[in-house]
């Protein structure tokens, strides 16, 4: 009976040090946090039609994944998930709407000053422009979620902040290495903007602005300026135009996202949030 005891408590002990393992809650988050989106994409499709699978698939996986990563959360943390409460809620997605346009539409004026992008038209406003805010929203929840919520987020308790912002701005812009179309620049690219909300969450300890930020960047990329979004082909968007000219100003099949202008403007405004984040609260190595 003695050696039972004793085997049910190390068995305990043993689980209870691989769910305190960074690597282990990084995959649980991971897994919890995104689960949702290709089960409700599976299911929708058995279900429904295809003309009838518009929007709400997409809105009802963001509400799961919002769910799941609560409960991660919850359960596996342990903790509240304030990073997530709805207290100044619109005002922090309006500030990071306003700077992921913001971003966009300097990179295409930097580019147009350059000559490598030029203007020639504007599309008829139609509402069908609004259809794709709710992929892209899930898009925007989902990666926020786990690369910033997750992988920042236990990083940071277990290494620091500083190694925080790399790990997690790494295997960010890995994540991206299977889209097609893309490059080193690319990836670079991908890597920096990985730091901008990684600064951002490190700022704001919310990830509400980072979600706003990502929403409006991948947005105004595709349904404003009609281009290609990290190797996925543009829509027809608000706005005409062309990119033309060398691949390491217009980003080549990748879209702009793996442009040279893209990487400097973005490392800038990297580089002041860093500073302003880390005024603040940083978290030491433990």
């Known amino acids: 009976?003695?050696?039972?005891?004793?085997?049910?408590?190390?068995?305990?002990?043993?689980?209870?040090?691989?769910?305190?393992?960074?690597l282990v809650r990084i995959v649980l988050g991971v897994v919890l946090t995104f689960a949702?989106?290709?089960?409700?994409?599976?299911?929708?499709?058995k279900l429904v039609d295809k003309p009838y699978r518009i929007v709400w698939p997409q809105l009802l996986a963001a509400v799961l994944v919002w769910f799941g990563y609560r409960f991660y959360v919850r359960r596996i943390e342990k903790r509240q998930a304030t990073e997530l409460a709805?207290?100044?809620?619109?005002?922090?997605?309006?500030?990071?709407?306003?700077?992921?346009?913001?971003?966009?539409?300097?990179?295409?004026a930097v580019l147009a000053a350059l000559g490598a992008y030029r203007f020639e038209g504007v599309n008829t406003p139609n509402l069908m422009l609004l259809v794709p805010l709710a992929e892209l929203a899930l898009v925007g929840m989902a990666e926020e979620m786990m690369f910033r919520g997750v992988v920042f987020g236990v990083t940071e308790r277990s290494l620091g902040s500083k190694a925080a912002i790399v790990i997690s701005a790494l295997v960010f812009g890995l994540a991206h290495m299977p889209n097609e179309g893309v490059s080193l620049l690319a990836v670079g690219v991908i890597i920096a903007y990985g730091?901008?909300?990684?600064?951002?969450?490190?700022?704001?300890?919310?990830?509400?602005?980072?979600?706003?930020?990502?929403?409006?960047?991948?947005?105004?990329?595709?349904?404003?300026?009609?281009?290609?979004?990290?190797?996925?082909a543009g829509a027809d968007g608000l706005l005409r135009?062309?990119?033309t000219g060398n691949a390491m100003l217009t980003g080549g099949a990748f879209g702009v996202e793996g442009s040279l202008i893209s990487l400097l403007l973005i490392a800038a405004?990297?580089?002041f949030w860093l500073r302003r984040a880390f005024a603040g609260r940083v978290v030491a190595k433990t």
């Open 86 to 108: 709805t207290s100044g809620m619109a005002r922090e997605l309006g500030i990071g709407l306003l700077l992921g346009a913001g971003l966009v539409a300097l990179t295409f």
């Open 36 to 45: 949702a989106v290709p089960l409700t994409m599976i299911v929708a499709s």
């Open 195 to 232: 730091v901008l909300q990684a600064a951002l969450y490190m700022k704001t300890r919310r990830l509400w602005i980072c979600i706003g930020t990502h929403v409006a960047w991948n947005y105004c990329l595709s349904q404003v300026f009609s281009a290609t979004v990290s190797g996925h």
């Open 1 to 22: 009976m003695e050696n039972t005891l004793s085997m049910a408590r190390n068995n305990s002990t043993l689980a209870s040090r691989l769910m305190t393992h960074p």
């Open 241 to 243: 135009g062309e990119l």
């Open 269 to 271: 405004v990297a580089a």
